[in-house]
Nanobody, 115 residues
Framework: VQLQASGGGLVQAGGSLRLSCTAS????????MGWYRQAPEKQRELVAI???????NYVDSVKGRFTISRDNAKNTVYLQMNSLKPDDTSVYYC??????????WGQGTQVTVSS
C-alpha cells in the first residue's frame, strides 16, 4: 500500500490549504483514515481522524478550523485547513488503517504558515 499526500505549501496566517492523501496498491478495505503533524523539535501529534462511517475527531487546537473528510471510492482522505496560524506550521502525515489490521503512513507534506 502506498499513500501519496499533496496540498502543502506556504500560506499567510488566516489563509487556507487543503491536503489530500490517496491510498493505492493492495487495498482491501480501509477502516480509519487520519492526519498527523510534526513540528521541529516536537513529537508527532494526531490532528484529525475519520472512521469508516465518517465519525470524526479533532485535536482541540484545530477544532472549528480544520475539517477532515474522505472519499471511499477514491481511497482518499482530505484535510481542509482554514484560519491557519503560524503554530500550524508542521509536516503533515496521513495514516490509514485497513480492516485487515494493516497500518500505513504517507510521506508527509510541509505546511508553512507565515505571520
Amino acid at each position: 500500500v502506498q499513500l501519496q499526500a499533496s496540498g502543502g505549501g506556504l500560506v499567510q496566517a488566516g489563509g487556507s490549504l487543503r491536503l489530500s492523501c490517496t491510498a493505492s496498491g493492495s487495498i482491501f478495505r480501509i477502516n480509519v483514515m487520519g492526519w498527523y503533524r510534526q513540528a521541529p523539535e516536537k513529537q508527532r501529534e494526531l490532528v484529525a481522524i475519520i472512521n469508516s462511517d465518517s465519525r470524526t475527531n479533532y485535536v482541540d487546537s484545530v477544532k472549528g478550523r480544520f475539517t477532515i473528510s474522505r472519499d471511499n471510492a477514491k481511497n482518499t482522505v482530505y484535510l481542509q485547513m482554514n484560519s491557519l496560524k503560524p503554530d500550524d506550521t508542521s509536516v503533515y502525515y496521513c495514516r490509514v488503517w485497513t480492516m485487515a489490521g494493516g497500518e500505513f503512513w504517507g510521506q508527509g507534506t510541509q505546511v508553512t504558515v507565515s505571520s
